[in-house]
């Protein structure tokens, strides 16, 4: 069984990418922008867990934000058991970790990011 504990650096600088992204689109109340870079930060750090927590712990924190109780309870259940799937390296690969997809479901990964995740 392999554990995921490190994200490797390309990776880390594209997730930190999307969070700034994220970030900027939050300033500027651009919020379906701001949740689509929330979602790119997941599917990039899902499988490691520190990286597939904070994603989710962002993402509770702009249902709190925008009011959005399904997501709120969501990403509740998903702090819950997310960090220690990724950590025995068992997440659905291209889920967006957000409350309007189910947690378990497999997803197609944007081709930019795949790019990356396949590239050692």
Request: net charge positive.
């Amino acid at each position: 069984m392999k554990f995921n504990v490190k994200i490797p650096r390309h990776l880390k600088e594209a997730y930190k990418s999307e969070l700034k992204d994220y970030r900027h689109c939050l300033l500027k109340n651009q919020y379906a922008d701001a949740w689509y870079h929330l979602e790119r930060s997941h599917i990039i750090g899902q499988s490691y867990p520190i990286e597939h927590t904070y994603s989710h712990w962002l993402m509770l924190r702009f249902g709190l934000m925008q009011k959005n109780t399904k997501e709120v309870f969501g990403q509740v259940l998903r702090l819950v058991v997310g960090g220690w799937k990724s950590f025995i390296n068992h997440v659905p690969l291209g889920n967006t970790g957000g409350a309007n997809v189910p947690p378990l479901k497999r997803m197609p990964i944007p081709n930019d990011i795949e790019k990356l995740i396949d590239t050692k």
